[in-house]
């Protein structure tokens, strides 16, 4: 359901416990290279022939790439590395590869001045066209830098990529382990950075690798194995993690006995004037996510225009009739309902008046309420109350958007977007509960697990409305694996987060389909899930 994503420190670790075992460092280089080699020939095609043109950093990054170019050459093509450090200065195991490489009769050439100083020289061919009009490589491998660079490019560094993003146009380019100029964990160019059409990246992802942001770099991304111990990785746990779509797996299986009540009972507690369809939708969502019953709880005036003649949702009118306003006094009408229902989702719609926040502030605080989803204004009521975040419980599920993250955070959208994983940490300080801050590539963050990564992006989804299916889709999960947990799982809530955002992805990615320039409503993601569940459980697609 997850694969690891160490830190480029925590990879680092990794080979520094591989090597304490007892395997050797030249050995990994070794293999890093075979399994670039095996991905670059897959991406392009047989060797003999192709004229390939390295860039050798002057980490183990450098010599992965030097590693490589011995096997480019002894598969038949012509090779030559332009390393930017004098070669007498490579040392360790990147300096041992250097120079067997060299023996094997591997070409070396200084990067700096590259192309210019290379005109009417036998490797005016490796340049670009400005240099020689019959030249150009077929390969360019960008093994300048790796994974722990950090900081901004210098300025050879950033000539140097400047250059090979120009020969893309002519050439295949391809990253080891990283493009250079990337951060390894935030995925952003540092200020700039290489644009592969493919990166092999060794052992792990990174975190920065499987951010959407970072996907015009890295292009196709292959995650290879170079045989670092299990006993390595368990004793240097990853503090991030990727969800992957194995997690459909742990989605609960209907049973023959099943009735209406085990299928998850969930209350929709959100509406208000001019925010009726708010609630509506998630309660849509709830039951295509496949939930049993189904209510929304709001001011009696409100309740008609939120059922909007379907027969499928049920209402829970609060209050005389007519009333559209929410108070605290509602919450005692409220408790029956509380008592009936395995999840509970506040918020969609409720708005932002002070008594809808006292309202908010009171029922969270009820010793008897469900477990909740906490999302859309809600999160609001509680930047205004923020004493009501101690009555927040770990079973509970918080679904801020950058703007409600910023308010919560006090500080400003664009903050939260610059250091998603910092503005996840700041969320988590303020409950222990489950945070899921929203958008490309989300973030879902709980005590005890490593940061889970969403890596997606699905423009189907951005649009109003989305939110509120995402909420009532957690609220059925929720429900649902409460009553029928996973074994091994400690966290019921935690497993539902990581479903609800993943069906929720794979529904907008499903809607691309039908409408590939986007014009999708929030209705339609809802009405997708189902189709979304059946063809995840099939296995078909990412």
């Known amino acids: 359901m997850f694969a690891p994503l160490p830190s480029p420190a925590e990879m680092s670790g990794w080979d520094r416990a591989a090597i304490d075992l007892g395997l050797p460092e030249l050995l990994l280089m070794e293999n890093a290279s075979r399994e670039a080699l095996h991905v670059l020939s897959a991406e392009t095609g047989q060797m003999p022939g192709k004229r390939v043109l390295l860039f050798m950093g002057g980490g183990n990054n450098g010599g992965d790439a030097a590693c490589l170019a011995r096997h480019l050459h002894d598969g038949g093509a012509e090779v030559l590395v332009l390393h930017t450090r004098p070669l007498g200065a490579y040392r360790g195991v990147t300096g041992q590869h250097v120079r067997l490489a060299r023996r094997c009769g591997v070409a070396f050439a200084p990067a700096a001045g590259w192309p210019e100083k290379y005109r009417n020289t036998p490797w005016d061919v490796y340049a670009d066209a400005s240099v020689c009009e019959r030249g150009g490589p077929d390969i360019v491998v960008d093994g300048i830098l790796g994974t722990g660079f950090s900081g901004s490019l210098r300025p050879l560094e950033l000539g140097l990529v400047a250059r090979i993003n120009a020969l893309a146009q002519r050439a295949f380019i391809f990253s080891l382990d990283i493009p250079s100029g990337l951060s390894g964990l935030t995925g952003r160019p540092c200020p700039v950075a290489v644009r592969a059409h493919a990166t092999v990246t060794f052992e ?13 770099y890295t292009g196709r991304l292959h995650i290879r194995p170079i045989g670092i111990p299990a006993m390595a990785r368990r004793e240097h746990p990853a503090s991030y993690q990727m969800l992957t779509k194995a997690i459909a797996g742990a989605f609960p299986e209907a049973a023959p006995g099943w009735h209406k009540g085990t299928a998850g009972a969930i209350l929709i507690v959100g509406g208000s004037e001019g925010l009726t369809g708010a609630p509506h939708l998630a309660a849509r969502a709830a039951l295509r996510a496949g939930g049993g019953l189904i209510s929304v709880a709001a001011p009696h005036g409100l309740c008609r225009d939120i059922k909007a003649d379907c027969p499928d ?8 009739a007519g009333n559209v306003r929410w108070s605290p006094a509602l919450l005692e009408e409220l408790l029956p309902f509380l008592r009936q229902c395995g999840a509970m989702v506040l918020g969609p719609g409720i708005g932002r008046e002070p008594e809808t926040a006292a309202f908010v502030q009171a029922l969270l605080m009820c010793p008897s309420r469900p477990s909740a989803v906490v999302d ?3 999160l609001h009521a509680l930047a205004m109350h923020p004493e009501a975040l101690s009555s927040l419980r770990a079973c509970d599920v918080l679904t801020p958007h950058p703007g409600e993250a910023a308010t919560l955070l006090h500080t400003t959208p664009a903050l939260v977007q610059a250091d998603r994983f910092a503005a996840l940490a700041g969320l988590r ?5 489950v945070w899921i801050l929203k958008g490309a590539g989300t973030l879902i963050g709980t005590e ?3 940061v889970t990564i969403a890596p997606y992006a699905e423009p189907n989804l951005a649009v109003g409305g989305s939110g ?6 957690l609220g059925t999960l929720m429900a649902q694996t409460a009553a029928h947990p996973s074994e091994g799982c400690e966290s019921s809530s935690f497993l539902a987060a990581c479903m609800g955002v993943h069906l929720h992805a794979r529904a907008g990615r499903l809607l691309r389909e039908a409408f590939p320039q986007r014009g999708n409503s929030a209705t339609d993601i809802a009405e997708m899930l189902p189709r979304a569940r059946i063809r995840e459980a099939a296995g078909d697609g990412a």
């Open 204 to 216: 792990a992802a990174k975190p920065g690798l499987v951010l959407p942001e970072a996907a015009p």
């Open 376 to 378: 859309a204004d809600a």
């Open 468 to 473: 509120d299916v995402l909420s009532g889709c």
């Open 313 to 320: 949702i049920m209402t829970r009118a609060l209050g005389p």
């Open 448 to 450: 005890g697990q490593p």
């Open 429 to 433: 300080r303020l409950a222990p509960s």
